[in-house]
């Protein structure tokens, strides 16, 4: 079976790259793990590695073409297979690869079906093996012996893992290069793939997620629209989160009368700011936070960790996505600052100018769409963290105080936590906690 | 625990040597054989050229150079062509990325935190330019960026101009760009020594890339380490 080796996405913002200098030629015998190409993106030179041992059958782009993200780069296969390059007039490629085949054909070296097989498994170039049988023919013992004079099979960048372990890592999409093994001579078994698929990066919101082999579409299908940069990390994360987190969602509607006044006599008396509803939110929810440090917390190696740092991200929507810049202490924060941070991060995030600092480490999330006219919302948690609050629209409705009925500014919030470390009951006293403030905001000082 | 990253200081060294020293330890980092290290210099007049460059970058005569003492090395880092020598802050990082957001691009954009707030510390204002990496100032450009990678562990990093001789960059078109000068610290009457720049540097290194700096053992490697 043949294999595709296609660009890889080697950042949050990479869309393309430039093929540099292509390290094997076609024909030529890989190992996994050896270099097969460098490429370019930015000022970034990374070489791409081989997941595959075999042969390097076709080459589909040359040194100095762009291609995009998932795009293909080569294909791998046996010396003799028939190869088949979907999407281009097939019949040139074809031709060049069973040429190539051809010659790749006289330069394979002798050997029994047993040692191809074990150094196929070993991940191991059959070339580097001497023969000692009278023809220079490589037999089984040829192989062991070379496996057990090889200096830390690994330091040239091969991965040792069992096949169920490999198997495992595509299902889940887990690059074994990134795996640590804890097998014998650090083998990587099918536990250490599992763990790390449970631990993505936990303190890196903004990383991609390990990719997955991409899907092979079916040969009917019509070209889409390429799952590429941030829509990629996007997709990736909202579903891991939707997979890990069992989501709820509660929600409860909020006379905020008081808050309407609070920020009127704020923005009153301080000209040089405006400050906003979110602002005055994030704050809240900061103070919340502190009371409530279950909702502040991880889920981190098996175990609750509960964050000291209370690191508020407000979701921010960019015509191509969203990204989510984190308010670093922000229950150590004034308004002012909260405001002046928050607009600062949401100007840098829509013109892609936000700093590494700026996205990780987040321990909550706002995200508010009632400038939509939103009323309320599930929002999905962005993990690690354990909750999200949904803000909705702020709109004048009947209400009922002091048993009269009267015109008051309402908003919805809704608030979805991750049910295997919070509780509905904290849940829901750590909403109150927000809706009081939200009713008088100077209980927040209490 | 905070990840740790050794750090390995030479004087004035040629560009050669550390490149190999860079491609030895690029191998050890991936078989785990040694931690993240960051390893900063100051080079010989050279000038490199990344894979993205040209010699037509270079804008005098093969006799000029030889008669300046500038050697031209080709190198598998991104980028065009670039001038290092002394008067400059170099950083190599060899770190295993996939401890550090696992992105090329976001590794480039902390790169350049840790310069801008490096260069805030001496009250100069450095920015990020769309599509031209490095980081940038009012005065032109006053670090480049340019980072190979494989498997995932870095090599080659960063160049900041403290006060090299501008007379070398005047030579070259720096990174391919044709429009845009070169600044150095002195530009912008700061007087520190090397030394004095690489000490606060390893300070914003530690806070952007979240590591604690310990120094390498000494004879590793067989060269002097801080």
Redesign the interface.
């Known amino acids: 079976m043949a294999t595709e080796i296609k660009m890889p996405q080697?950042?949050?913002?990479?869309t393309e790259g430039?093929i540099?200098?292509w390290k094997k030629n076609v024909g030529d015998t890989v190992a996994v793990?050896d270099?097969l190409v460098?490429i370019?993106?930015?000022?970034?030179?990374?070489?791409v590695?081989s997941t595959e041992a075999g042969v390097l059958r076709f080459i589909a782009a040359k040194e100095g073409e762009t291609v995009e993200v998932q795009g293909l780069l080569a294909i791998i296969g046996t010396a003799d297979e028939k190869i088949e390059v979907a999407g281009s007039g097939s019949a040139p490629a074809a031709a060049a690869a069973q040429a190539a085949a051809a010659s790749a054909v006289k330069r394979e070296v002798k050997a029994s079906p047993a040692a191809r097989r074990l150094a196929e498994e070993k991940g191991i170039d059959i070339n580097l093996v001497t023969g000692s049988n009278a023809d220079g023919r490589i037999v089984v013992a040829d192989v062991e012996k070379y496996l057990e004079s090889a200096p830390?099979p690994?330091?040239?960048?091969r991965i040792k893992a069992s096949p169920y372990a490999k198997k495992i890592a595509e299902e889940l999409g887990v690059d074994l290069?990134?795996v640590v093994g804890t097998g014998p001579e650090?083998r990587i078994v099918e536990e250490d793939v599992r763990k790390a698929a449970a631990a993505p990066?936990p303190?890196?919101p903004?990383?991609?997620a390990?990719q997955a082999p991409a899907a092979k579409a079916p040969a009917t299908a019509k070209a889409g629209e390429p799952l590429v940069g941030m829509r990629k990390v996007i997709a990736e994360r909202m579903t891991y989160s939707k997979h890990t987190a069992p989501h709820v969602t509660i929600s409860t509607e909020i006379n905020v009368d008081a808050t309407v006044a609070f920020r009127g006599e704020v923005n009153a008396k301080c000209t040089d700011v405006r400050v906003s509803y979110t602002d005055i939110i994030t704050k809240m929810v900061a103070a919340a936070l502190r009371k409530f440090p279950i909702i502040n917390a991880s889920i981190i190696d098996n175990a609750i960790v509960k964050h000291e740092d209370i690191n508020v991200g407000i979701a921010v929507a960019l015509d191509n996505g969203l990204v989510v810049p984190v308010l670093r202490n922000a229950d150590k924060c004034g308004l002012k600052e909260i405001n002046e941070k928050c607009k600062d991060m949401a100007q840098k995030a829509r013109?892609?100018?936000l700093?590494?600092?700026m996205l990780?480490g987040g321990t909550f999330t706002i995200s508010n769409l009632g400038s939509y006219d939103v009323d309320a919302f599930t929002p999905v948690i962005n993990q690690p963290e354990s909750a999200i609050l949904g803000v909705g629209r702020i709109v004048k409705k009947p209400a009922v105080v002091n048993d009269e009925i009267v015109i008051a500014s309402m908003m919805t919030l809704s608030l979805s936590f991750d049910h295997r470390i919070v509780d509905g009951a904290q849940a829901a006293q750590f909403l109150k906690c927000i809706k009081t403030y939200l009713e008088d905001p100077m209980s927040m000082l209490m | 625990m905070k990840k740790t990253c050794r750090l390995l200081e030479f004087e004035r060294t040629a560009y050669d040597y550390v490149w190999d020293l860079q491609k030895e330890m690029v191998q050890q980092r991936r078989s785990g054989q040694i931690d993240d290290t960051l390893i900063m210099l100051e080079h010989d007049h050279v000038y490199t050229i990344g894979r993205a460059g040209s010699r037509n970058n270079i804008l005098v005569a093969a006799d000029q150079l030889k008669s300046e003492g500038i050697t031209v090395v080709e190198v598998d880092r991104g980028g065009d062509i670039t001038y290092h020598g002394p008067g400059q802050l170099v950083g190599y990082p060899i770190l295993n990325l996939t401890a550090y957001g696992k992105d090329m691009h976001l590794y480039v954009r902390m790169l350049e935190e840790v310069i801008i707030r490096t260069i805030a510390v001496y009250g100069i204002n450095g920015h990020r330019e769309n599509g031209l990496t490095g980081v940038w100032t009012k005065k032109g450009k006053i670090a480049a960026i340019g980072v190979g990678v494989k498997g995932w562990v870095s090599m080659h990093g960063f160049s900041l101009n403290i006060h090299p001789d501008m007379r070398y960059f005047s030579m070259i078109n720096p990174c391919g760009i044709t429009n845009r000068p070169v600044a150095s610290m002195r530009d912008f009457a700061v007087s520190a020594s090397r030394n004095e720049v690489a000490h606060e540097l390893q300070k914003q290194f530690t806070d952007v890339f979240d590591v604690q700096i310990t120094p390498a053992r000494s004879k590793e490697n067989g060269c002097n380490t801080a």
Not at chain 1, 40 to 47: N, R, V
């Open positions: 080697l950042g949050l913002t990479m430039t540099g200098t793990g270099a460098e370019m993106t930015d000022k970034i030179t990374s070489e590695e830390a690994q330091a040239d960048g290069g990134a650090g990066a303190a890196k903004a990383a991609p390990p013109s892609n100018q700093g590494m600092d990780a």
